[in-house]
């Protein structure tokens, strides 16, 4: 089993930074494939960002690629999200995700979820 521990979320203006941290536990965080996504108020949950293992791999949806970047230290079992440039149209729930090996490249990939944390940029 994988807990997954988000923080890091929280109210911006158009333009600012914040940093998404997920911290997993309760299963060796180097086998697990770690993500991001996002559920804004009345849509489906998105994909965000991915870091796969074991290559390390990244991938990013369209509309963050350039402004976000998902990076992971070992050492303290935690995935991180760095946004910058952010746009009232990144307000949402953001969840971080989880599967054994590989990347979560879509919901139906996930096998652990976090409790989610809001991000609320204001125009």
């Known amino acids: 089993q994988v807990q997954l521990v988000e923080s890091g979320g929280g109210l911006v203006q158009a333009g600012g930074s914040l940093r998404l941290s997920c911290a997993a536990s309760?299963?060796?965080?180097?086998?697990?494939?770690m993500g991001w996504f996002r559920q804004a108020p009345g849509k489906e949950r998105d994909f965000v960002a991915a870091?796969?293992?074991?290559?390390?791999?990244?991938y990013y949806a369209n509309s963050v690629k350039g402004r976000f970047t998902i990076s992971a230290d070992n050492a303290k079992n935690t995935v991180y999200l760095q946004m910058n440039s952010l746009k009232p149209e990144d307000t949402a729930v953001y969840y971080c995700?989880?599967?054994?090996?590989?990347?979560?490249?879509?919901?139906?990939?996930?096998?652990?979820w976090g409790q989610g944390t809001q991000v609320t940029v204001s125009s």
């Open positions: 870091i796969s293992w074991p290559d390390g791999s990244t």
């Open positions: 309760g299963r060796a965080f180097s086998s697990l494939g």
């Open positions: 995700a989880a599967r054994k090996f590989g990347a979560v490249r879509g919901t139906s990939s996930v096998g652990y």
